[in-house]
């Protein structure tokens, strides 16, 4: 099984290699297209690995925690690994659909894959600074595709996204710097033992700015304004998978930070303080819009708040929320973007003025459009619903009321901004610049994940034993350090 | 694009180029053990690709290299991977290092490590990536449309 | 950590959080890099009294520690990477629309001016 774990990340670099090196377009689709298909498998493979016999560790090059690199594969890892290769093979076959993205663009597919394993490693990674350079691998990554095909409009964009993404990264260092002066080690492990003999107001005080750096990244509140601002401006696909996958590695590596570094005992009020806000600021952005992927991006913002929320109760019911909170939102978030984008194809605009009955004219997009939405209001039997009602319970087991009265708000004032886009694009009269039907790949890639999120909200009892078990993980810590500082002696 | 050669600097691009490349690669070749490596000696091969860009501009660097700067990318990749991936087929971990000690009657005794290996595709992405910078932002002024 | 130490890296990060206010991206390009310079500066510092060799064969001799080393080492590779980016990014901005300053967001400018209208 360890093996499969390392071939995770070699599935994905050797496809960088190949893409790079093949002249011919439809050998580098085949490359890239083979390798996310495996990259998916093997993700599923080490989830089902990993539910039974517990967490793998790949001590890269031999060298054992906490001198060498570790790559953790836990229950949560291998969740989140799972869903993204289903997310990124998605999007993969999207863009392969809309043609004109790896045309235009020959290194689309190395970019992709390189975004792919900085993914993977982020999720994979035991270790602080290989924490930080998975993020560089997947931002740098990210930063390219953004600006494919830029005019001036989204060089501007861009220059706010990756600016903020580089100052990020800078203060990431000096946390990492900080906490090597304090603890002398970078292993996660490790240093969740040696944490606890620091000084209690050091170790906050690294503990937010942790928090903060992966908040940028995750785009809480009051940190989330180069989002909207950028995130549109892309190609569809892109825009999707950025939707569908980076702001919830940033989700990921706090909760992994804050449980394992900076654990608590008790329901935390600034981060449920900051989860409330990011919540309602977020629909509220979404509702003043009038394009669809800016309504959309305002909307990552505000489902971000939901899985800080449960972050924020620190218990096993709350965390266990939020991971199949994250689950369901990498797929939808993703649907989300890619029926925007057949939206966006079809009449060359997404403004909600511009365009309009398309229920009318191409009513496969609106199938695809309408449980995604409803599953993103968090209505039964979708995806959402799950997720928000375990989030639900767990607060009301905590205790802490306003928060879920705060997110219930929230939740109407989704499904209100979701209705002002299937009046205003889907119904009434279709508008003359409805002329270019949706290539049928692009249909199923996008009509394969709304399944995928059918699936989520049928499974959702065994979604949910899985993510507890991966909470209970995360909160007692000691199998975590057991598997990684015992292993190969 | 017009670009005036100046006498001088192409005759001292021409001993000074292949006395770097030939600095980089040994910096490469001793990298296993001592000060040295893969980025090093790829970064210095990059400076000699920048002195052949002043002198002589972007089209001498592309009829320098062998491979369009992508597929050098891309190849140097290829044999790091390989290279990181043995240790899974031979049952260690994923990018263990191996070493061979050869004793040639003559010369003495080698060694070399599968860390060389990985160094010489670090090398070759180094050197591809700083071509490409030098390509792309090398390129004539594009106006405004 | 040195006091030299310390003191060049809050003036690095000064002096980059300063330029990465400005609207000039060729200012920016350059605060960036300094604020990553600061933050290289700072791992450096973790690293407990510099001063000796990172790696020594000889048993009993000085060492310092050669983690924050490799750090760095991989954090200036990755701001190569990033910096190089940059400026082509600047240079495109710069032949695009022959101006080197970051402009306001189009939508939110449109947003604004609707309710300067409505408000009028």
Do not use: C
């Amino acid at each position: 099984m360890t093996a499969v774990v390392g071939l995770l990340l070699v599935i994905p670099l050797g496809a960088v290699a190949l893409t790079l090196l093949l002249p011919k377009l439809v050998w580098r689709r085949s490359v890239s297209l083979i390798a996310s298909t495996a990259t998916l498998i093997a993700s599923v493979a080490v989830l089902f690995g990993v539910d039974g016999d517990g967490p793998i560790i790949v001590n890269v090059g031999g060298w054992e925690a906490p001198l060498g690199i570790a790559l953790v594969a836990d229950r949560f890892a291998a969740l989140m690994l799972s869903v993204s290769a289903a997310a990124l093979l998605g999007v993969l076959i999207f863009a392969v659909g809309q043609r004109d993205n790896d045309r235009a663009f020959p290194s689309f597919h190395a970019v992709y894959q390189t975004l792919a394993a900085g993914v993977v490693l982020a999720f994979l990674t035991g270790d602080l600074f290989t924490l930080f350079v998975a993020f560089e691998i997947m931002l740098t990554a990210s930063y390219v595709l953004i600006t494919h095909r830029a005019g001036p409009e989204q060089i501007r964009a861009t220059m706010t996204y990756v600016v903020v993404g580089l100052v990020a990264s800078g203060l990431f260092l000096v946390g990492i710097g900080l906490i090597y002066a304090a603890t002398g080690t970078v292993n996660l492990a490790d240093l969740s033992v040696r944490l606890a003999e620091v000084d209690p107001a050091l170790r906050t005080a690294i503990g937010w700015l942790f928090f903060m750096v992966f908040g940028i990244k995750a785009a809480i509140f009051p940190l989330f304004f180069w989002l909207p601002d950028s995130y549109p401006t892309a190609v569809a696909p892109v825009t999707a998978i950025f939707a569908g996958l980076l702001t919830k590695v940033g989700v990921y590596a706090i909760i992994r930070t804050q449980t394992l570094l900076f654990p608590a005992d008790k329901p935390s009020t600034p981060i449920l303080l900051i989860a409330g806000l990011t919540m309602v600021i977020g629909v509220l952005g979404a509702i003043a819009q009038g394009d669809i992927k800016r309504i959309l991006s305002f909307h990552i913002i505000s489902q971000i708040g939901y899985m800080i929320m449960g972050l924020g109760f620190f218990t096993v019911a709350g965390i266990a929320a939020a991971i199949v909170f994250i689950v369901h939102q990498v797929v939808v978030k993703t649907v989300m973007f890619l029926v925007g984008g057949l939206v966006e194809n079809s009449s060359g605009t997404g403004r909600l003025k511009e365009v309009a009955g398309v229920l009318h004219k191409f009513p496969v997009i609106a199938v695809l459009f309408l449980p995604a939405a409803l599953s993103l209001a968090g209505l039964p039997p979708f995806s959402g619903f799950v997720g928000k009602l375990a989030l639900v319970q767990a607060g009301f087991e905590s205790g802490r009321w306003l928060v879920v009265a705060v997110s219930l708000f929230a939740s109407v004032l989704t499904l209100f901004s979701m209705t002002k886009i299937w009046s205003g694009a889907f119904w009434g009269t279709p508008t003359d610049n409805l002329v270019r039907a949706p290539a049928a790949t692009m249909v199923m890639a996008t009509g394969g994940l709304v399944a995928l999120s059918l699936v989520i909200g049928l499974a959702g009892q065994p979604l949910l034993e899985i993510a507890t078990r991966a909470a209970g993980d995360l909160l007692s810590q000691e199998s975590y350090r057991a598997a990684v500082l015992v292993s190969g002696s | 694009m017009n670009v005036r050669q100046s006498l001088l600097a192409e005759t001292g691009s021409r001993t000074v180029v292949p006395t770097i490349f030939i600095v980089s690669l040994f910096l490469l070749v001793v990298g296993h053990d001592a000060p040295g490596g893969g980025f090093v000696g790829g970064l210095l091969a990059g400076a000699a690709l920048l002195v052949v860009f002043l002198s002589g501009g972007r089209n001498e660097v592309r009829t320098l290299l062998p491979l369009h700067p992508r597929s050098l990318v891309g190849l140097g990749m290829a044999v790091s991977i390989t290279v990181a991936s043995l240790g899974l087929v031979f049952g260690s971990s994923f990018l263990d290092a191996g070493k061979i000690t050869l004793d040639l009657w003559l010369v003495g005794e080698i060694s070399a490590g599968s860390s060389l290996l990985f160094d010489v595709g670090v090398y070759l992405v180094v050197v591809g990536l700083v071509a490409t910078v030098l390509m792309e932002l090398g390129r004539p002024e594009e106006s405004a449309s | 950590m040195s006091p030299v130490l310390a003191i060049t890296a809050g003036a690095l990060f000064a002096a980059g959080t300063y330029l990465i206010m400005q609207r000039l991206l060729t200012r920016i390009v350059i605060g960036l890099g300094l604020i990553g310079h600061g933050a290289n500066l700072l791992l450096l510092g973790s690293g407990g009294p510099p001063g000796a060799a990172p790696f020594t064969d000889q048993a009993g001799q000085a060492m310092s520690d050669p983690l924050p080393q490799a750090l760095v080492l991989t954090a200036i590779v990755i701001t190569f990477g990033t910096t190089a980016f940059l400026m082509a990014l600047a240079y495109r901005s710069h032949a695009l629309t022959l101006s080197d300053a970051v402009e306001d967001d189009q939508e939110d400018r449109r947003i604004s001016e609707a309710n300067r209208r409505s408000a009028a």
